[in-house]
């Protein structure tokens, strides 16, 4: 056929753009001229349309002359497609793991025509063979094969590639390379191609890919899948720009070559370059031809976008495809892709994706399957329907509750088997779901062993939700054994993942002192972590850090704003604790957001939200942001309480127990007590001690009272601590017990109550019978709490120093601490100095104007015998002039406080007239009281003795009357102090 030259070449150059392109039609039209021409590269291609039979083709050459032809004329790409022809329909089938046996001619015959030796024969049978489901009969084949593989080097190829896949037999680099070598000597380029993958293997033991590099180098120019290899080496070389271009080069040629392999190599490099759409173009040849990878890879691109735009239909399409010809992960995707776009119209479609996909073992798909089964039992929305209630259920099965066993185990079976399948396969969602499962008993019985072992693998495995939640299972005693460190280095990694709110769990251990050493300073370093990743409950501890002055300098303005970031994200203990900072009447720092206060309250009212009645309550009674109106707040307090709100129940019956602006009952505070201490209010818990050990509303019952002081212990109310110690030292209620005594107040010096260190140091200095006084160890104590400027121990070691009782007598070491103990305010510390300069004390010279200054700081606290005492001395004008009227008024102050000192006195100045208008009536009551004191001195009976005979029996009555009412007077200021300080370790402000 006469054509020129110029036509010929471009014929052939349109008709190779229109096969790479997979129009076999246009390149069969323009290569059918050269059927009968010399172009060896023409006849490669033709032979090569006619061999795969593309679009049925057909002319009157067979593929085999073409390529023998093309291969004559030292066209190598057409030599190798020739050796694969040659072998294909009598042993080539053996490289594809899935092919029909039936293609095989009958085995009965291959056994029969092995028998005659002949080495075709025994290389048929060994090849079909080693393809059995009998593990004796492929063994057979291997042998077969072993004993012909010197005279037909395929079967040395077939064997290399039965050792490296370790599918026949046990896996052996060695032998493989040995059986690769002998394939590759005898002219087999796979084989060398073989030898080369071992040397390429990273994790395999023969690992040389400066060899296996040498190898690909003398082949690669006749052997594709050569090219293709070496190509991807060196596309793994990107710091090396010529290598790289190199490795481009040998995947183009590869391609060119008709190596699907290799153009799905080049494709995916076009592919990085969003403006080339070469690759995009290849992978749809690739898909047309069928190739399981480009089919899939096609489908993700119009999926995700990238160099294409995102069409799903078009997703769709070749995921649908690749799950047709068994790609287990298109049907994962498809799935997912019907999930995303379709939500819940094609809930069929989406499980029966899901089911394929999870039938060949894909462990996303068994994962999700198993939640979508699960949430069909629960009657919940897909995982992906914005109208959800709960979108995030379906991620923490452990969080939902078991619901007093309403999951039964046949609901949930099925849901529980797909989670299980894709945990044992490695899923550490999936793994942590299932931990979920049987921590909650969903599906199966309760186990919390078992929820532990998957929480574990699912950490192990590096999810940070799961080392999250299997710090939280240590945390919470499921395992007893647990290292304390083991659940902040779990916190830590889950930290390291991303999971923000494990730094405010470490920050709570470190802060709590739980499962590791205390620091308030490395816990604000993790809750500053929380905070600036928006974890709401730690702004809200940050906060109380500042409040408290935890690790910081306290700082009510910055606790406030803290606390207020909390509150206004609906954050409940911040709400709650907002309230009480601004309602507390030692504050005066306010800001401009108080004003939205009222409007958060008011929301969380209208939305059922207790908290938000009782912070209204709260606005309402001290006036902040609203008109104070007391019995607006009592009434809202009062429906807050019927609500059975735990705050309001023990807020009402504060105020029953106060009498603040209702009648006072301690029958009706202590009922209220009770219920809030039924819901774990620790100052609820408390107050019904209290009314227990005082008998306020109820009967004494000491063992009652040590109950409720103790639970209240254990929510870390630290003036039960010191209750229940006082408790255990006096035997009240309890066993007298000083072990356990100073074990309670041990945990107040722990938590940083100085006052500990004092009460431990008076149980050693108490006479304790056959154990006698250890001063040794009392005055350890007090020298810590001394060294810490608590003023009372600093007292009672001065007194110890200044006695000689347990130490060696030094007056200078005594007075130093007691100057001390005065400049720390104690008021005794200040009556014990002002004594000892007004008698000249402790070889220190009298000095009235010092002893005036020390006595009138202690008076200025109520001390009753500091104030006894500078009356006198302003009576006798010691270091002043006298001044009978500013003495009686400072007696008087000290008798009303009960002093007997100062009543004896006074009683004095009533009868000879000296600082007041005589008047034996009044000096007769002040006797009387000052001689049935229990401090009364000898001279108060003298002294009524005498004053009776200057009385008429009328003021003798007058007299006893006004005594008798002071006397009850007295009673009541002191059982008032009694509950006052009862209650005010429990009141809020």
């Not at 020129?4 to 001229?33: C, I």
């Not at 400027?789 to 007598?809: F, I």
């Not at 006195?905 to 002040?926: H, K």
Request: a negative charge; glycine letters at 8%; hydrophobic letters at 40%.
């Amino acid at each position: 056929m006469d054509v020129n030259d110029s036509f010929l070449e471009t014929a052939l150059s349109h008709a190779k753009v229109a096969y790479r392109a997979g129009h076999y039609d246009d390149a069969f039209f323009l290569l059918q001229p050269f059927e009968y021409s010399d172009d060896p590269e023409a006849l490669f291609y033709l032979g090569n349309l006619v061999a795969d039979n593309q679009n049925g083709v057909s002319i009157d050459s067979s593929a085999k002359t073409l390529l023998i032809k093309s291969a004559d004329l030292g066209y190598l790409p057409a030599e190798y497609k020739l050796r694969h022809l040659t072998t294909k329909n009598i042993h080539f089938w053996w490289t594809i793991p899935n092919r029909d046996l039936s293609e095989i001619p009958d085995p009965d015959i291959l056994e029969s025509k092995a028998k005659k030796g002949a080495s075709n024969d025994i290389f048929l049978l060994g090849s079909y063979l080693i393809r059995c489901s009998e593990r004796e009969q492929r063994i057979r084949g291997v042998r077969l094969l072993e004993t012909i593989a010197t005279e037909i080097p395929e079967a040395a190829l077939i064997l290399g590639n039965v050792y490296i896949e370790g599918k026949v037999v046990s896996k052996d680099e060695a032998r493989a390379l040995e059986w690769y070598r002998r394939a590759g000597a005898a002219g087999l380029s796979d084989g060398v191609l073989g030898e080369a993958r071992v040397l390429f293997d990273a994790n395999g033991s023969c690992y040389a890919p400066d060899k296996a590099e040498d190898l690909l180098l003398n082949i690669s120019n006749d052997n594709t899948g050569a090219a293709c290899l070496l190509g991807k080496y060196y596309l793994e070389n990107e710091k090396n720009p010529r290598i790289f271009q190199k490795g481009v080069s040998l995947l183009r040629r590869a391609w060119d070559s008709g190596s699907d392999e290799a153009g799905y190599c080049f494709a995916e490099y076009c592919l990085e370059d969003p403006k080339n759409d070469e690759g995009r173009r290849i992978m749809e040849v690739l898909a047309q031809r069928g190739l399981p990878e480009a089919v899939f890879r096609l489908a993700q691109m119009y999926n995700d976008g990238g160099s294409v735009l995102p069409m799903p239909d078009k997703a769709a399409f070749y995921f649908n495809k690749a799950a047709e010809i068994g790609n287990a992960d298109a049907s994962w995707e498809l799935a997912r892709l019907f999930l995303n776009h379709r939500k819940n119209q094609c809930l069929d479609s989406v499980k029966s994706f899901l089911s394929q996909a999870a039938d060949v073992g894909n462990h996303d798909a068994e994962y999700n399957l198993g939640i979508l089964l699960y949430r069909e039992v629960r009657d919940l929305p897909l995982l992906n329907d914005d109208s959800s209630k709960d979108r995030t259920e379906h991620k923490k099965c452990w969080s939902i509750g078991n619901q007093n066993g309403k999951f039964r185990h046949s609901e949930f079976g099925q849901a529980l088997e797909y989670i299980k399948r894709a945990a044992l396969g490695g899923h550490a969602e999936a793994a942590l779901e299932l931990s979920g499962f049987y921590e909650k008993g969903i599906g199966t019985n309760r186990n919390f062993r078992e929820a532990e072992k998957w929480c574990f693998r699912a950490a192990e495995m590096g999810n940070a939700q799961a080392q999250y939640r299997l710090a939280e299972m240590y945390e919470t005693c499921h395992q007893q054994s647990v290292e304390e460190q083991t659940v902040v280095n779990w916190y830590q990694k889950a930290l390291s993942k991303g999971c923000w709110k494990a730094a405010y769990r470490i920050a709570l251990l470190y802060r709590y002192g739980h499962q590791i050493s205390r620091s308030d300073e490395t816990a604000n370093k993790y809750l500053q972590i929380a905070v600036e990743h928006d974890v709401v409950p730690a702004r809200y501890e940050m906060g109380i850090s500042f409040l408290n002055g935890w690790g910081v300098e306290k700082s009510l303005t910055k606790a406030k704003s803290y606390i207020y970031q909390a509150a206004m994200l609906e954050y409940i203990p911040a709400v709650e604790t907002y309230g009480k900072i601004m309602l507390d009447n030692n504050s005066n720092i306010s800001f401009p957001d108080d004003a939205l206060l009222k409007d958060l309250f008011e929301k969380l009212s209208k939305n059922g939200r207790p908290e938000g009645d009782f912070g209204l309550f709260l606005l309402y009674q001290r006036g902040i942001g609203v008109p104070k109106d007391p019995n607006k707040a009592l009434e809202i307090l009062e429906k807050c309480a019927e609500n059975k709100y735990r705050y309001a129940l023990y807020e009402l019956g504060l105020i029953y127990f106060t009498g603040n602006g209702v009648q006072k009952s301690y029958q009706k505070a202590m009922n209220l007590f009770l219920e809030s201490a039924e819901k774990n209010v620790d100052r609820a818990l408390h107050m019904t001690g209290i009314c227990y050990l005082r008998g306020y509303g109820t009967a004494v019952n000491y063992k009652e009272a040590f109950s409720f002081f103790l639970r209240a212990s254990e929510q870390g109310f630290l003036p039960s601590y010191r209750l229940l110690g006082e408790m255990c030292e006096n035997g009240v209620g309890v066993m007298k017990n000083d072990d356990e005594a100073v074990r309670y107040y041990r945990l107040l010096a722990n938590a940083g109550i100085d006052d500990a260190f004092l009460y431990i140091a008076n149980i050693y200095m108490k006479d304790n019978g056959d154990q006698g006084r250890d001063y040794a160890a009392a005055q350890n104590w007090l020298r810590q709490g001394a060294s810490r400027d608590h003023a009372g121990c600093c007292y009672e070691l001065a007194k110890m120093y200044l006695s000689g009782r347990g130490v060696v007598y030094d007056p200078g070491e005594g007075m130093r601490l007691m100057h001390k103990a005065a400049n720390l305010n104690h008021k005794d510390a200040l009556y014990y100095l002002g004594k000892a300069y007004r008698d000249g004390m402790f070889q220190i010279p009298v000095n009235h104007q010092k002893s005036l200054v020390y006595l009138k700081a202690a008076s200025e606290q109520n001390h009753s015998e500091a104030t006894t005492l500078l009356g006198l001395m302003y009576l006798n004008g010691q270091g002043c002039e006298k001044n009978p009227i500013a003495a009686y008024d400072l007696l008087y102050i000290a008798a009303e406080h009960g002093s007997a000192e100062a009543q004896y006195q006074l009683a004095l100045l009533y009868r000879d007239g000296c600082g007041v208008t005589q008047s034996y009536i009044d000096a007769y009551m002040w006797i009387i009281l000052a001689s049935v004191s229990k401090r009364a001195n000898m001279y108060a009976s003298l002294l009524r003795k005498e004053m009776v005979v200057l009385l008429t029996k009328p003021q003798l009555d007058i007299a006893q009357t006004k005594a008798l009412k002071k006397f009850r007077n007295f009673i009541t200021n002191e059982t008032q102090n009694t509950v006052n300080n009862d209650v005010a370790p429990c009141l809020y402000n």
